[in-house]
């Protein structure tokens, strides 16, 4: 008594059981990701003129960056090429290539959440500051010295954290240099950093670049964050699949080969969704 | 899956000492035989008794909620007490504070939609009896079924945290409409809002995981010579659903994660900026859009309501044409008129909205649509009226509940269509009308179409009956409360009663303040909580008679009680582990009943000759 078509495609169909479990999964996916994408729409369309004084755009724009996330795109890309010959070498019989090329696949997708983790880092150690006096900028906070950093959750402070936190009332701000296009409320023309030390009391607002601090900074984290669970989780599968998972190789290759193609379906899509995430939250 | 293999079945059911070549087989402990089960019937039963649970508990939190707005700043008599010892500072003095109030209201609507009736008529009936009535062995992936019963139970576990958290349980309505739901307890970020969120997420997964499996199992396992205009309507219904829940949950749990990152990261997805609450302004960043919200929750929510109701049409079909006897007539307009119904309720979601002024073109568009999806459910509905017609009906008690489903759901569609309408929408929105509406499709509708399958599939699952008598008590006492617990939402609707008011509308229509209303609707809530409570009653036998009979009941002398067509019924009774005994095979269409020149009444699918 055995579920048919686990390994064998059912004729009428035309598919094995898991390919079509896998391609119901992902359309769902695609709503989940679709409805998300709405929301990063919905929400950029209605934000308004002056909320983001610092560039004095409606929506923070070029505050990521973006030669890491091309890099991160080809990383990703490459992991997606991986998986294929992963399957391919299965198909061929050369189990040793096909765990190369997995092993390649695990490391390329644990290389992207390397490389996102230290940009989180950077958007958390990052600055968003508007003094009383109107003047908005974006930069980097020394407090008593240091940098505030991510890893220290304890130290990455809005104002009132600021204030309440430490005992300062000074504190020093690399301001950014100012973008071309940027258009921003600070001082004109200037176009490299710029050393500013002030009174705690100057200060209007200060706050990192956090999800609460901005719609754009929440749906970019909220999205790239859901999107490196899935990594994550691929990555788990398809280490599982390279090593413990791979004794089903022997007993039954059928079955084994068609699993390393549902995962690879799964990593395709994976790979899609940033490919679509990249221009949209980078670049646009 | 050899015919030879199979046959052993029946001793695989008590103690197998005998196959050593079953590598699958292990001693089956408690554990594995009742929680860690793959078998698709073991999962439908466990979903069905879970779900029966809490649609009883959801039945007790609105019993608590009528008797206070019927009898506003009054304890309540019995259970007050025990809510004041469970609940604390809420509930003191044994009356509900609106907060309190508040949380029962978005408590009882969550339960009920997604773990009571959902489950019911989606996992447990689709679970036990799609794969019998395709066929098929078990469900194309019964590891993944059991994982979805888990997701499930967890999500129900971690709701019911939310009733100990600080603030309580959610209490912003089954809806969760932002900012409330967010700023209602926004000094906690752990309160019971967020115990939903994260208990929705875990059923989105259960349903993403039990669709996707049922989708699976009927386009793949079907029987030899199962065509698809050879599946049963019940399976067709299902199959329709399980596309709604794959494809329309997601946006919501895009939406629920959006809501979690409000109220936990403090973000603004639907914080409008400059949002005043309690007289200061919200400490966030502002941005967001409220109505985004209600866009991605009724994006689910409209279909949702249709995952609540279509099961309900295939099980309803089911029973009608084994009870006259008749093929159903128009089973392939019904068919298409389903898979249109699937198609369209994606695309009606903002009649929800018409009051947000999110502009009149929308407003006209969903209209539209939304009149366009009644014509199939109309088709649905007449085509089952007509089948009725000439037929030599046994008045079964699942026959019952399944002719009265016909009129309910009908009084539930039609009052939606004033609804449907945004004209006369915005004066009935928000109101009891609304209330009323739904109850209608969902109550005596979807509900009684539960009881008609609980009553008919019985047999199958237990091997005894149904007590006929206890039945039909059940069935009259049931059919004339819900009329009467829900027909008098109407007037109050027509009159202005908004549907949100803890204290029943006292202040609106009470002796002090008078707007020129009734006062005679608050009279109404005194009727509705009378028959609610009668209600409750009328409930008694049918829980007695379930556990009485699954051991007292009179024993089934055929595996077949119902002389019905489909495969279900050519199982072994119960079904063992692996459900058939000989490999089906189908050679006609689900409904042969009648067949001119047939040996009996009813040519069962898998039989060859209607001769034989
Ligand atoms: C086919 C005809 C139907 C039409 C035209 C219709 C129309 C509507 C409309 C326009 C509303 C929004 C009312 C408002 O909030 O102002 C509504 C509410 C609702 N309908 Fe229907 N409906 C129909 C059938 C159904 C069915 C079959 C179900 C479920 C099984 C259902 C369940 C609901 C629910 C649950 C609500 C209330 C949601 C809430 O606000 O809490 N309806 N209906
Ligand atoms: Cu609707």
């Known amino acids: ?284 | 899956m050899s015919a030879t293999h199979t046959s052993t079945l029946p001793q695989h059911g008590q103690g197998h000492s005998h196959s050593h070549d079953a590598h699958d087989h292990h001693e089956p402990n408690f554990w594995h035989k009742y929680v860690f089960s793959t078998d698709h019937k073991v999962i439908g039963v466990q979903y069905a008794m879970s779900a029966l649970s809490f649609l009883f508990f959801g039945f007790l939190l609105m019993l608590c909620m009528r008797y206070q707005i019927s009898h506003p700043g009054e304890a309540i008599p019995i259970v007050g007490s025990l809510m004041e010892r469970v609940l604390g500072e809420a509930a003191s003095g044994g009356k509900m504070s609106a907060d309190l109030y508040n949380s029962f209201g978005a408590m009882h609507g969550n339960i009920m939609v997604f773990l009571a009736i959902v489950p019911l008529v989606f996992a447990a009936f689709g679970n036990y009896v799609v794969p019998l009535q395709i066929g098929a062995i078990d469900m194309a992936f019964p590891r993944v079924n059991m994982a979805s019963y888990h997701c499930y139970w967890m999500g129900g576990v971690t709701w019911f945290t939310g009733f100990f958290l600080p603030g309580g349980a959610a209490k912003s309505g089954w809806t969760s409409y932002s900012p409330l739901a967010t700023v209602a307890e926004f000094g906690h970020s752990f309160n019971g809002q967020t115990a939903l969120l994260v208990g929705l997420v875990l059923l989105i997964t259960s349903s993403l995981l039990g669709s996707a499996n049922f989708i699976a199992t009927v386009v793949q396992l079907r029987a030899h010579g199962m065509s698809w205009m050879r599946l049963p309507f019940f399976v067709w219904a299902q199959f329709v659903t399980a596309f709604l829940l794959l494809l329309a949950f997601p946006p919501l749990e895009a939406a629920g994660i959006l809501q979690l990152m409000d109220n936990v990261f403090h973000t603004s997805f639907f914080l409008p900026t400059g949002l005043v609450v309690g007289g200061s302004q919200l400490p966030v960043s502002g941005g967001g859009s409220p109505l985004l919200w209600q866009h991605l929750f009724w994006f689910l929510g409209h279909p949702e309501v249709y995952v609540l109701v279509l099961p309900a049409f295939g099980i309803v079909a089911e029973v009608i044409a084994n009870n006259t006897r008749k093929p159903l007539w128009g089973y392939k307009s019904m068919v298409y008129s389903v898979i249109a119904i699937g198609f369209l309720s994606f695309i009606v979601w903002a009649h929800h909205m018409y009051l947000t002024g999110m502009g009149t073109k929308i407003s006209t568009f969903f209209q539209t649509t939304t009149m366009m999806i009644s014509i199939p459910s109309v088709i649905i509905l007449t085509a089952l009226f007509i089948s009725l017609w000439g037929g030599s009906i046994r008045f079964t008690v699942p026959m019952l509940f399944a002719v009265a489903f016909l009129p309910m759901f009908g009084i539930g569609g039609l009052t939606g269509l004033p609804l449907g309408f945004n004209a006369s929408d915005i004066y009935l929105h928000d109101s009891y009308y609304v209330i009323g509406h739904f109850h209608y499709v969902v109550a005596p509708g979807t509900m009684f179409a539960l009881f008609a399958g609980v009553y008919f599939w019985f047999p199958k699952a237990t091997g005894r009956m149904m007590n006929e008598f206890l039945g039909k008590v059940h069935f009259w006492g049931s059919l004339v409360c819900m009329n009467m617990v829900f027909a008098p939402m109407f007037v109050q609707g027509f009159k202005g009663m908004s549907r949100r008011m803890s204290d029943g509308g006292a202040i609106y229509f009470g002796k002090d303040v008078a707007y020129g209303a009734d006062p005679g609707v608050l009279k109404l809530n005194n009727m509705i909580l009378a028959s609610a409570l009668l209600l409750f009653v009328f409930q008694l036998p049918f829980i007695f008679n379930f556990f009485w009979s699954i051991w007292n009941g009179r024993k089934v002398t055929s595996d077949n009680p119902w002389d019905a067509t489909t495969l279900d019924w050519a199982t072994p009774t119960p079904p063992p582990h692996g459900n058939f005994l000989k490999e089906p095979i189908v050679y006609r269409g689900p409904y042969e009943y009648s067949v001119p020149g047939a040996s009996r009444d009813f040519t069962p699918q898998d039989q060859k000759d209607p001769k034989g």
């Open chain 1, 1 to 284: 008594m055995e579920i048919p078509y686990t390994d064998k495609p059912r004729p009428d169909t035309g598919l094995y059981n898991a390919k079509l479990g896998i391609w119901l999964f992902l359309a769902s996916e695609i709503m989940l990701f679709g409805g998300l994408f709405s929301a990063y729409i919905l929400l950029r369309v209605n934000a308004a003129e002056g909320v983001w004084p610092a560039v004095k755009l409606a929506w923070p724009h070029g505050l990521l960056n973006i030669p890491i996330g091309t890099f991160n795109t080809a990383v990703l890309i490459t992991s997606s090429v991986t998986v294929v010959l992963a399957w391919a070498s299965l198909k061929m019989n050369n189990f040793a290539r096909f765990r190369m090329f997995m092993v390649i696949t695990v490391f390329c997708a644990l290389s992207f959440l390397g490389i996102k983790s230290y940009e989180y880092n950077e958007k958390f150690t990052h600055y968003e500051l508007r003094l009383n006096d109107g003047k908005a900028y974006t930069g980097h906070l020394i407090v008593n010295g240091e940098h505030p950093g991510f890893w220290d959750f304890s130290k990455v402070y809005n104002l009132e954290q600021l204030k309440a936190k430490t005992n300062v009332t000074s504190i020093k701000f690399t301001a950014d240099p100012e973008k071309a296009e940027g258009h921003g409320h600070g001082e004109a023309g200037a176009h490299e950093h710029k050393e500013l030390d002030l009174k705690t009391d100057q200060i209007a607002h200060l706050d990192a670049f956090l999800p609460r601090n901005h719609t754009f900074f929440a749906i970019y984290f909220t999205i790239t964050a859901l999107h490196g669970l899935h990594v994550l989780g691929g990555a788990l599968v398809l280490a599982y699949f390279a090593f413990p998972g791979a004794k089903l190789w022997k007993t039954h290759p059928e079955q084994f080969t068609n699993r390393i193609e549902v995962g690879g379906l799964f990593w395709h899509f994976v790979d899609l969704v940033w490919i679509f995430l990249f221009p949209v939250v980078y670049l646009l």
